[in-house]
């Protein structure tokens, strides 16, 4: 693998199990993609996607087999945080904890750097 592993973004147990479950039923060398873009209603969204092949400059983290991909325009609005799943009464989701975001949407999933 080309890509650069990265000690700025952690994966929660409960986040690598429940990747690895969806990743059982995908192809053979999945992994799980999360980024950001513009949008939302609080400035920047968190997006997460399966993917089989990574780009080269792509950074990855690992937890106990399941493999995280993060492109490095996301990283620095992710640098620091930790990507979690949450089953709750709101459902069941991935959740990024980002020590950078100085609001969020209630959703989890748009928010804001000052």
Do not use: H
């Amino acid at each position: 693998m080309d890509a650069s592993p990265s000690q700025n973004f952690s994966v929660t147990e409960r986040a690598a199990k429940r990747i690895l479950t969806i990743l059982a039923t995908e192809p053979e060398g999945s992994k799980l993609r999360v980024s950001v873009s513009g949008g939302g209603c609080s400035g920047f969204q968190y997006g997460f996607a399966v993917e089989t092949a990574d780009a080269a400059d792509d950074i990855w983290v690992e937890r106990d087999g399941a493999v995280v991909l993060i492109d490095p325009t996301s990283l620095p609005f992710l640098e620091g945080s930790t990507l979690d799943f949450v089953d709750d009464l709101m459902g069941q989701s991935f959740r990024v904890e980002n020590p950078n975001a100085t609001a969020a949407c209630g959703c989890g999933t748009s928010f804001s750097i000052g």
